[in-house]
């Protein structure tokens, strides 16, 4: 019998074909074929919410192939991904061979999969079934929302909210979650408190610390101290009293380990531990699923990385089992198997546990076969997997009561302390925590009531504030969004990096800070559709979309209740003013835009004219606050800061920002917004003199920028000094292509744009001298790059770093990594779908013209020719506007 079975990389086709052997030919799909075109009608709740699917152009050509294996076939086997993903792409690709007539009497079966080694493939065809509707119906019902919310509340945001990119069902109520945080952190009011804390030595004179507990018959808790005054009374009456062992008691406990692996907490663990980004752990964990060769076979190493279960095969319960005891003994192992369950909104998507396929494969030797990000998810999850079923680990808490009595003022101090009897899981694994406060406990020495204690120096008697909430981690975001049932696991990481792509927020020192154009889109947002970024209204429509998956709930059902209030909502605006929408923005983000003054002021009062009112304002390099009296009164400020004159003014209306005066000429230094982006200026121009113009690097902000900045920036090309040998100067400088140092008609880059400020002569030299020796060593040809694999249509593909910046090669067609994408973690799907791309856009390179074809007169000839020709074209046409509509539905 032949049977065809399609999966969705080639990296799996290529493996499974191996442990399928003869009688079974697996295609790959190369992920989704079919998608919701971007353009307007693709989803018309007019017609029932009818869906116009399109194959994708680098689709056609490969389900043409899987059209004609099917033809010849005897069975049809859909093997893609077991996630609601995975079964839409089953399903999109079953209906396009029909749809081709490709299928005639051949039974279709779906199998599924949960790593990719031989056992689990092999068990897998055993267990064939039919495509899971439900989980099909919550998949377009989802797709569905997804592009009505993109493609009707994105241009709202466009025509009242200039400079907003896009709004998402999901990716709003995460964005708002982090805006809510930082308004919290901006109405923080800190509260003194005092802490005491004495330095107590028992008989043996073993020490410890004590805090206060108690004092004049009252408890005292953290925040109970609330002034010195207060405190230093304490302190004298602690100093002043005899103290002796009141109370020991002494508490058996266990710390139970955490359960192995979902997507969401290995997210979660991964950034906490590892420093790893949500979307970059994701792809780590695809390739460690999609295997590495052992032995001259593909194994994969871990099962499938989008799961909501924690529960793992009893096969390999007892495998980790088996080696728990070998490698721990018989201590560690607890006497039957740990079960784990956990609550899953959708029992049908609940699959196994993210784990190591064989916990035999150690990572240490692993280790020498993978890279060093691959190494340390593999130890993260086999460390986590193995310790989920070893043994508790055992613990002592003790709590010490201590009596201070004759100063006159009862009061009584208190020591606590946690030791670890037995380690347990401990011996292997210990979760990481977002606030980074877990202290290590301490043990306690032995006392018993009525012990006697002294005092080891003064008591220590701290000032202290209470901290506002932290801003969220990428790991803290992705625990709330699930806590509150908002979007799937799945989809976080996707969700974290758009809100990044678009701006909206930034991450510093790994917290999320939501931007300025962030807060206004969430502020319109709250204004104007506040119900559809509702932390419980999402989450209800999640749990909705879930008893889809059921069949408990018809998924056109869903939609048409969602529509019709949100249609209603989204044509409210329409008449909707510009001056409506800042009138709200103001009163929501007043406390941001407008803070309190400390002299009780009117903080909108203008401090220029003030007459005015002071407003939020929206230019060409965002939003800012000015006054209301413009033009007459020219005041502006930065969005969400108070300089209180006219220093560090924002953008004008008129888009020229003036940064101040340079000390040198006393010409005015602005910021201004050119074709190619912002740059600053010095003074005007005279007569046809121009004046010094310098463009903002990239990632340099134009609303952070400075005078002191901008007269860095007007400073250059920096002089190094004299090359030793030549005696040439060396000059510093940032171009069109970075920063860089330049020598005698030779530049060679610098690793970053503050470089060129600080560079010294002994540096810019060696940089010089590296990059001559790296044009003589290249002189035989371009770097091979790094193979990625085959392309569907033959020839390799491979990834290369070039003079603009890395990009993928495939016969002669290169295409340029976009922006964030790392190369060094580039996957051969990924690749292929950008060189495509670039093929289908004509990106081929044209073929080397021949030297010397033409005589030196006879191309002197035809210029004026080739002038009137270029004269001649026409303008070219303007691209679809459906084009840039995509934006709504991402």
Known sequence: MNSVVIVESPAKAKTINKYLGPGYEVLASYGHVRDLPAKDGSVDPNADFHMLWEVDGKAAQRLNEIARAVKGADRLILATDPDREGEAISWHVLEVLRAKKALKDQPVERVVFNAITKQAILDAMKKPREIDAGLVDAYLARRALDYLVGFNLSPVLWRKLPGARSAGRVQSVALRLVCDREAEIERFVPREYWSLVATLATPKNETFEARISAADGKKIGRLDVPDETTALALKAAIEASDLKVANVEAKPGRRNPPPPFTTSTLQQEASRKLGLAPNRTMQIAQRLYEGIDIGGETVGLITYMRTDGVDMDPGAVSAVRSLIGSDYGAR?????????????????????????????????????????????????????????????????????????TGSGRPIELRATGTVVTFDGFLALYQEGRDDE?????????????????????????????????????????????????????????????????????????????????????????????????????????????????????????????????????????????????????????GPYIFPPKADGSDPRACPTCGTGQLSLKLGKFGSFVGCSNYPECRYTRPLGADSGGEDGQAAGPDGVKLLGQDPKTGLDVTLRAGRFGPYVQLGEPVE???????????????????????????????????????????????????????????????????????????????????????????????????????????????????????YVKHGKVNATLPKGVDADALTLDEAIKLVDAKAAAGGAKKPARKAATKSASKAAADKPAAKKATAAKKPAAKKPAAKTTKKAAE
């Open 332 to 404: 560690y192992l607890p006497g039957s198997p740990r079960k784990y369950t956990v609550k899953a909104k959708n029992a049908q998507e609940a699959h196994e546990a993210v784990r190591p396929t064989d916990p035999r494969r150690t990572p240490r030797e692993m280790a020498r076969r993978l890279d060093d990000d691959q190494a340390r998810l593999y130890e993260l999850i086999w460390k986590r997997t193995v310790a989920s079923q070893m043994e508790s680990a055992e613990v002592e808490r003790t709590t010490v009561d201590i009596s201070a």
């Open 437 to 589: 406060e877990d202290e290590e406990a301490k043990r306690l020495p032995a006392m018993a009531a009525n012990d006697p204690l002294r005092r080891v120096g003064p008591v220590a008697a701290a000032q202290h504030h209470t901290e506002p909430p932290p801003r969220y981690t990428e790991a803290a975001l992705v625990k709330r969004m699930e806590e509150l049932g908002i979007g799937r696991p799945s989809t976080y990481a996707a969700t974290l990096a758009v809100l990044r792509d678009r701006e909206y927020v930034k991450l510093d020192k790994k917290r999320l800070v939501p931007d300025d154009k962030g807060r206004l889109v969430t502020a319109f947002l709250e204004s104007f559709f506040d119900r559809y970024v509702e932390y419980d209204f999402t989450a209800a429509l999640e749990e909705k979309l879930d008893k889809v998956s059921n069949n408990e709930l018809d998924w056109k059902e869903v939609l048409r209740d969602f529509w019709r209030d949100f249609i209603g909502a989204v044509d409210s605006t329409k008449e909707l003013r510009f001056a409506q929408v800042i009138d709200a923005l103001n009163e929501i983000l």
């Open 688 to 806: 046809k003199e121009k004046p010094k113009r310098a463009s903002l690097p990239k990632g340099w902000s134009a609303a952070e920028l400075d005078l002191e900045a901008a007269l860095r920036l007007l400073s250059l090309p920096r002089l190094v000094g004299l090359h030793p040998e030549s005696g040439l100067p060396i000059e510093a400088n940032i171009g069109r292509y970075g920063p860089y140092v330049s020598h005698d008609g030779s530049y060679a880059n610098l690793d970053s744009v503050e470089e060129v400020f600080e560079v010294g002569l002994n540096r810019a030299v060696a940089v010089i001298a590296e990059k001559k020796e790296k044009r003589g060593a290249g002189r035989g040809g371009a770097a091979a790059g790094r193979a990625l694999g085959d392309h569907p249509d033959g020839g390799a593909v491979t990834v290369h770093a070039g003079r603009y910046g890395p």
